[in-house]
């Protein structure tokens, strides 16, 4: 089993920043996913998260096809329990904690178990918040929950804490797909300030500039799916600039 979940903690140490690349096998198929299979292979990000929050599509199959392809670490976000497969690296285990759904917090979470524990798949116990992005998300609907609003981050460490306290590893900031508006930095920042955990941040990032930003502010890891659905060119550049962050002032 690999141990992606040292890797993020040692880099983390190191300060060196991780990019995830968000596949959801239902928007990445025929023409789109040949070429972001072809410009992954030479620009290959830390991580590829595979799942999203109505996925119908088979992961199993998407994930044979990434693991032949691409040498990287393959990351199930499920958006519910029929999305778990052995093949991938590792699990999040999410747990919406910013909702009040029990289904999101617990439900899921006993249907998949026995599959989990049998497999040898490597589970890392996250904390999910759902935070505004500036337009209803399919996570929101999905869960019918409500996000955590932009201006509430001691709502937002409260809930991160409360993570790390029940045993968490990880703390994802989420704004939705597509969002109108990333993770405001200032919530990044508070969140980073109070909480031990690495912090992941995804949403709504369409630009390098976003993407640095959310690095300056203590993400430790930034998922980016949407843009590159429809401009998968660009995952070269966000990965350039994940590997070069911080290189300039450490020299
Ligand atoms: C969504 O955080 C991820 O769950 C990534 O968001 O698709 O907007 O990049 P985008």
Known sequence: MKNIYKTILLNREANRKMLAVLLDPDQCRGGILASTIAILKSNTPDLIFVGGSHTVTSIDSLIDLLKEEIKTNIVLFPGNASQFSTQADALLYLSLLSGRNAEFLIGQHLTSAIAIKKSDIEVIPTGYLLIDGGKPS?????????????????????????????????????????ANLP??????EYVRSGLSLPIIVGGGIKNTNQLTEAFDAGADIVVVGNIFETEPDKISEFVVCTHSYGKETSN
């Not at 409360?162 to 939705?176: D, I």
């Not at 993770?183 to 990044?188: A, E, G, L, R």
Request: hydrophobic share 45%.
């Open 183 to 188: 993770i405001p930095s200032d919530m990044i």
């Open 138 to 178: 399919s996570v929101e609907y999905i869960s019918n929950t409500r996000p955590i609003p932009r201006d509430k981050k001691e709502i937002a460490l409260s809930t991160a804490v409360a993570a790390e306290l029940l045993g968490m590893r990880l703390v994802y900031l989420e704004a939705g797909s597509g």
